[in-house]
T-cell receptor, first 112, second 114 residues
Framework: RKEVEQDPGPFNVPEGATVAFNCTYSNSASQSFFWYRQDCRKEPKLLMSVYSSGNEDGRFTAQLNRASQYISLLIRDSKLSDSATYLCVVIPPSGSARQLTFGSGTQLTVLP | GAVVSQHPSWVICKSGTSVKIECRSLDFQATTMFWYRQFPKQSLMLMATSNEGSKATYEQGVEKDKFLINHASLTLSTLTVTSAHPEDSSFYIC??????????FGQGTRLTVV
């Protein structure tokens, strides 16, 4: 089983739609969780951290479910500019940034 | 603006030649930097951890003689792909850890070996 698994998509949604991605992780003691966004042929950029209590940043909401070992990202009112690959990132128990473990990414295309 | 600057952003080289990629931290010191490789439609795979003033730590399966890493100063790490072959064509990205457990990434280098 992969350490971090994501549905690769692609998700093709119309502008204004709400879309959600899930990401499962295998190590129950993992400490930190992030969502990164990667545009085609560009470096990943931090979108948001994921906190135990869930957190929201504008149209983006991230949640953590430790019992089921998954994190989610919800995007409301999708914009064309949201089209990208969304990477789930997990840091296992040792806590070192060396061990950022990336999911393979979920591709989102927002259609006009 | 970028906090980690990576050069070049793309390079095409002939098979058998060597390519050097630079990764600089801007306005901060990075005693540790990480080098990743990403093939199309795949996730970032950690290749090695670059440590200022000491030898790099390579992940299992990564040839240290082929991917030479030098971290000569607190703001510069370099990755040299020696005797590059077409199978080395990939997207190489460096990063420096943040205090919060995440990382700042360089812009990436797209290497094509012909």
């Amino acid at each position: 089983r992969k350490e971090v698994e994501q549905d690769p998509g692609p998700f093709n949604v119309p502008e204004g739609a709400t879309v959600a991605f899930n990401c499962t992780y295998s190590n129950s003691a993992s400490q930190s969780f992030f969502w990164y966004r990667q545009d085609c042929r560009k470096e990943p950029k931090l979108l948001m951290s994921v906190y135990s209590s869930g957190n929201e940043d504008g149209r983006f909401t991230a949640q953590l479910n430790r019992a089921s070992q998954y994190i989610s990202l919800l995007i409301r009112d999708s914009k064309l500019s949201d089209s990208a690959t969304y990477l789930c990132v997990v840091i296992p128990p040792s806590g070192s940034a060396r061990q950022l473990t990336f999911g393979s990414g979920t591709q989102l295309t927002v259609l006009p | 603006g970028a906090v980690v600057s990576q050069h070049p952003s793309w390079v095409i080289c002939k098979s058998g030649t060597s390519v050097k990629i630079e990764c600089r931290s801007l306005d901060f010191q990075a005693t540790t930097m990480f080098w990743y490789r990403q093939f199309p439609k795949q996730s970032l795979m950690l290749m090695a951890t670059s440590n200022e003033g000491s030898k790099a730590t390579y992940e299992q399966g990564v040839e240290k003689d082929k991917f030479l890493i030098n971290h000569a100063s607190l703001t510069l790490s370099t990755l040299t792909v020696t005797s590059a072959h077409p199978e080395d064509s990939s997207f190489y990205i460096c990063s420096a850890p943040t205090g919060g457990g995440g990382a700042f990434f360089g812009q990436g280098t797209r290497l094509t070996v012909v």
